[in-house]
């Protein structure tokens, strides 16, 4: 990713995950679909949500082929930050993109078939991440997990799925500058770059 400065980039990705909470809400307002009837802030969903990204932190570093892609789409500009900004960050993403897709297509799309509302939504939560093939199909896969923490456990509540996302993605930022720092270390000590 080409970015000049934390400003830019922060503006960027701000503009991107920002952008989906307002397609989100507008999806919502045109659907007549409410996610905010499967948003209620309990505890216990709190704490299934900090369980529910141990697997997806396990994911992250046996996949080390989507992990080599975000390292290297997302770690110069990701490294100019600081660590309150990867969790502005993952927040947006965790509540503009849990909204859109498990808040407010899969909700609509259940209206005529479940099965196929888990299957479209995911697929194409898979598409926005579309890099690399690979990329997109773990992320689909993500994403049904994802669906399975909001729907799949006893009531559902979509805040599972918004705070599992969030958490991941601010632990992720972290591990993939510390992996980028590491890299840039290692091309700079062998005489490289």
Same mark, same amino acid.
């Given at each position: 990713?080409?970015?000049?400065?934390?400003?830019?980039?922060?503006?960027?990705?701000?503009?991107?995950?920002?952008?989906?909470?307002?397609?989100? =809400?507008?999806?919502?307002?045109?659907?007549?679909?409410?996610?905010?009837?499967?948003?209620?802030?309990?505890?216990?969903?709190?704490?299934?949500?900090?369980?529910?990204?141990?697997?997806?932190?396990?994911?992250?570093?046996?996949?080390?082929?989507?992990?080599?892609?975000?390292?290297?789409?997302?770690?110069?500009?990701?490294?100019?930050?600081?660590?309150?900004?990867?969790?502005?960050?993952?927040?947006?993403?965790?509540?503009?993109?849990?909204?859109?897709?498990?808040?407010?297509?899969?909700?609509?799309?259940?209206?005529?078939?479940?099965?196929?509302?888990?299957?479209?939504?995911?697929?194409?939560?898979?598409?926005?991440?579309?890099?690399?093939?690979?990329?997109?199909?773990?992320?689909?896969?993500?994403?049904?997990?994802?669906?399975?923490?909001?729907?799949?456990?006893?009531?559902?509540?979509?805040?599972?799925?918004? =705070?599992?996302?969030? =958490?991941?993605?601010?632990?992720?930022?972290?591990?993939?500058?510390?992996?980028?720092?590491?890299?840039?270390?290692?091309?700079?000590?062998?005489?490289?770059?």
């Amino acid at each position: 990713m080409e970015v000049t400065n934390r400003a830019e980039f922060l503006n960027l990705a701000g503009l991107v995950e920002g952008g989906t909470i307002l397609t989100a =809400l507008a999806g919502a307002w045109l659907t007549g679909v409410s996610p905010w009837d499967v948003m209620v802030w309990r505890w216990d969903a709190a704490a299934i949500a900090v369980l529910g990204t141990l697997p997806l932190l396990v994911l992250f570093f046996v996949a080390k082929g989507p992990r080599t892609v975000a390292t290297e789409m997302l770690g110069e500009a990701l490294s100019r930050c600081h660590w309150y900004d990867w969790v502005m960050l993952a927040a947006l993403a965790g509540v503009g993109e849990e909204l859109l897709f498990r808040g407010v297509l899969q909700l609509w799309l259940a209206e005529w078939n479940p099965a196929f509302a888990f299957i479209a939504t995911n697929i194409a939560f898979g598409l926005m991440h579309a890099v690399t093939p690979s990329y997109a199909l773990l992320t689909a896969g993500v994403g049904m997990y994802l669906s399975w923490l909001a729907y799949g456990i006893g009531e559902p509540n979509l805040w599972r799925a918004i =705070l599992a996302h969030g =958490l991941y993605d601010a632990i992720a930022f972290g591990l993939v500058v510390r992996e980028y720092r590491r890299g840039s270390d290692s091309r700079e000590g062998s005489g490289g770059e």
